[in-house]
């Protein structure tokens, strides 16, 4: 997705620890008009897969996912929650998720109403580096019985090897735009 790799140009920082900074845009700021494209975009790859739910994680994921299911004809989007909480009763669904800018263990946890094996899911995050959340959402779309249609990744960091590995399990994983890595301070990209 050719204006976003612009803006990732225009303003991302790789930080220590391979981590991307784009939170002028998404990860703090979040520019409403690159959302949208960015959720037409979604709608456009998913678009025949009968996509019934969005499931994300908190917290970053959770603006993009509501701005992409209005294309999709304003389906819901449920969130993974990260922290106990007395609003959260009932039966929940729980997987185990590394967090990979905060190097900490946390269990996910999704209410068991809210994914049922009626859904065809489609996951979305805003980056995807080693994989672990988005194993930890297909453990719980596993766990509900739903279809996954597939993964839609804002930002995937190419030389780390989540992505590659999730598509080597037969998961479908599409990501707008594939950093690789950086030479001589310009971020390259994958070509599509
Ligand atoms: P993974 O679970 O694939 O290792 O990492 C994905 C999660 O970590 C995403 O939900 C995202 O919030 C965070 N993350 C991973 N790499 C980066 C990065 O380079 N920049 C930012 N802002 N977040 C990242």
Redesign the pocket.
């Known amino acids: 997705m050719e204006l976003l790799k612009e803006r990732i140009c225009q303003d991302g920082k790789m930080?220590e620890g391979?981590?991307?900074?784009?939170?002028s845009f998404?990860?703090h700021q979040m520019d409403i008009t690159m959302l949208q494209e960015i959720g037409k975009e979604f709608h456009r790859r998913f678009a025949n897969d009968n996509v019934t739910k969005i499931l994300t994680?908190e917290s970053?994921?959770i603006g993009i996912a509501v701005i992409a299911a209005q294309y999709f004809g304003n389906i819901p989007v449920v969130f993974a929650k990260k922290t106990k909480s007395k609003n959260l009763d009932g039966d929940l669904y729980l997987s185990k998720?590394?967090?990979?800018?905060k190097g900490i263990e946390y269990d996910i946890q999704v209410s068991k109403r809210y994914v049922t094996e009626d859904d065809t899911v489609l996951l979305i995050?805003?980056?995807?580096?080693?994989?672990?959340?988005?194993?930890?959402l297909i453990d719980i779309v596993n766990q509900s019985g739903a279809k996954l249609a597939g993964c839609g990744i804002v930002?995937e960091?190419g030389f780390?090897d989540?992505g590659k590995l999730l598509r080597e399990q037969g998961v479908r994983v599409e990501s707008l735009a594939i950093v690789d890595g950086i030479e001589e301070g310009n971020i390259i990209f994958r070509e599509d």
């Open positions: 930080r391979n981590i991307l900074k784009v939170d998404l990860n994680i970053s994921g998720v590394k967090s990979f800018t995050d805003d980056f995807l580096a080693k994989g672990q959340a988005l194993r930890g930002i960091k780390q989540g």
